[in-house]
């Protein structure tokens, strides 16, 4: 957790730690301070935000880089993710060519950071769970976003996603547009709009189970 302000960096700490699986490994609040913590912490995600009192946040992340990139393949790789008041957007162009993830314009909700680190765990779990890539691998790690920077298609409520994507996250197994459409309270057809939605936008997968008779039936999980 990369920031100038004492308070604010104690507050997103507050706000990465509630979500499951991420811990704070270490605060700084210049940019040498960041460049030590990164070398000898290796953490796996770097907080960055843009004003800092020796170095701005896009000097750090090239500076990271560059460090990583002389420490060959065996060194450790920290993906980053920009938390700032900049909002010019020479800056935010800055940011992503420099290798950012994303990038949120402060001040921002707690969901909007969570959906955030989710998407950055989904990302750095699907590289390290390939060997060689094909090519729907990497447009679905290229092209995730998550929900909060996506237009829902016409047709489509927010409030349905919200509660199709819940019940996705509550069946780690896969279920059926049958057993969602229960689970919510659901018409079959609309269950099944929103699991095909998740599906085209890289959030769900598709397994097909074959039966005696008939078509096999589609079943969905979660992926993130």
Same mark, same amino acid.
């Given at each position: 957790?990369?920031?100038?302000?004492?308070?604010?960096?104690?507050?997103?700490?507050?706000?990465?730690?509630?979500?499951?699986?991420?811990?704070?490994?270490?605060?700084?609040?210049?940019?040498?301070?960041?460049?030590?913590?990164?070398?000898?912490?290796?953490?796996?995600? =770097?907080? =960055?935000?843009?004003?800092?009192?020796?170095?701005?946040?896009?000097?750090?992340?090239?500076?990271?880089?560059?460090?990583?990139?002389?420490?060959?393949?065996?060194?450790?790789?920290?993906?980053?993710?920009?938390?700032?008041?900049?909002?010019?957007?020479?800056?935010?162009?800055?940011?992503?060519?420099?290798?950012? =993830?994303?990038?949120?314009?402060?001040?921002?909700?707690?969901?909007?950071?969570?959906?955030?680190?989710?998407?950055?765990?989904?990302?750095?779990?699907?590289?390290?769970?390939?060997?060689?890539?094909?090519?729907?691998?990497?447009?679905?790690?290229?092209?995730?976003?998550?929900?909060?920077?996506?237009?829902?298609?016409?047709? =489509?409520?927010?409030?349905?996603?919200?509660?199709?994507?819940?019940?996705?996250?509550?069946?780690?197994?896969?279920?059926?547009?049958?057993?969602?459409?229960?689970?919510?309270?659901?018409?079959?057809?609309?269950?099944?709009?929103?699991?095909?939605?998740?599906?085209?936008?890289?959030?769900?997968?598709?397994?097909?189970?074959?039966?005696?008779?008939?078509?096999?039936?589609?079943?969905?999980?979660?992926?993130?």
């Amino acid at each position: 957790m990369v920031d100038d302000d004492f308070m604010v960096a104690k507050l997103h700490g507050r706000c990465v730690s509630a979500v499951e699986g991420f811990t704070v490994a270490g605060v700084a609040h210049s940019g040498a301070d960041a460049l030590r913590a990164a070398r000898e912490l290796r953490p796996d995600l =770097l907080l =960055l935000d843009v004003y800092l009192p020796d170095m701005d946040g896009i000097e750090v992340l090239r500076a990271v880089r560059a460090e990583e990139e002389r420490a060959g393949r065996g060194g450790a790789h920290a993906d980053a993710l920009f938390i700032t008041a900049a909002r010019d957007a020479a800056t935010v162009r800055s940011a992503l060519r420099a290798g950012a =993830l994303h990038y949120l314009i402060k001040p921002f909700s707690q969901a909007a950071l969570r959906e955030q680190l989710l998407h950055a765990a989904s990302v750095r779990t699907r590289l390290a769970a390939l060997d060689e890539a094909r090519q729907e691998d990497v447009d679905r790690i290229f092209g995730t976003r998550p929900r909060a920077s996506r237009e829902l298609p016409k047709g =489509l409520a927010a409030h349905t996603a919200d509660l199709v994507e819940r019940i996705l996250r509550e069946h780690p197994g896969g279920l059926s547009a049958s057993e969602c459409a229960e689970a919510g309270s659901l018409s079959r057809v609309s269950a099944r709009r929103y699991l095909e939605y998740f599906t085209e936008t890289g959030r769900a997968e598709v397994t097909l189970r074959y039966g005696g008779t008939g078509r096999p039936e589609r079943r969905y999980r979660y992926v993130g």
